[in-house]
């Protein structure tokens, strides 16, 4: 889990939507969304480097913000190596 203190005051649906966009556009393959509640069992092997757990998302007075996220810590970095190798050879 992350916890982060913001400036500008935000709600839960902005954070996942946020997180939403980015796992659809820039992160897509990197960071995907859960919608379903789930155990880290679930995510062996799983190619993300993060599984945001939207269910989960907490703000505390519009300023402090919990997200929550599952990864499988080896398989996400071997991943994240291969796709760095694909671009360092291309």
Do not use: H
Request: glycine share 6%.
């Amino acid at each position: 889990d992350l916890v982060v203190n913001v400036k500008k005051s935000t709600t839960i649906e902005e954070i996942n939507k946020l997180f939403t966009e980015a796992a659809k556009g820039a992160y897509k393959g990197i960071l995907t969304i859960d919608e379903e509640q789930k155990v880290s069992m679930d995510f062996r092997t799983d190619p993300s480097s993060v599984i945001f757990v939207n269910d989960m998302t907490k703000v505390v007075d519009g300023k402090c913000i919990k997200i929550m996220g599952w990864y499988d810590n080896e398989w996400g970095y071997s991943n994240r190596l291969v796709d760095m190798a694909v671009r360092i050879g291309a």
